[in-house]
């Protein structure tokens, strides 16, 4: 089951889409380190991340 992300900080419209949760969490990880110049914590992570049905 596909995961996506939309990072909800600022105007930023940053959003992933992948099959491995995996690489949606190191690369949420990279774009909030890069980009906002901070961390994400985990919980936080997990609350952005959903499971999406593909039709």
């Given at each position: 089951?596909?995961?996506?992300?939309?990072?909800?900080?600022?105007?930023?419209?940053?959003?992933i889409?992948s099959?491995?949760?995996?690489?949606?969490?190191?690369?949420?990880?990279?774009?909030?380190?890069?980009?906002?110049g901070?961390?994400?914590?985990?919980?936080?992570?997990?609350?952005?991340?959903?499971?999406?049905?593909?039709?």
């Amino acid at each position: 089951m596909p995961y996506q992300f939309d990072c909800s900080e600022g105007s930023c419209q940053f959003m992933i889409r992948s099959s491995s949760g995996d690489e949606v969490e190191r690369l949420v990880r990279a774009h909030v380190r890069m980009t906002h110049g901070g961390r994400i914590d985990s919980a936080d992570l997990e609350r952005g991340m959903e499971r999406i049905e593909l039709t």
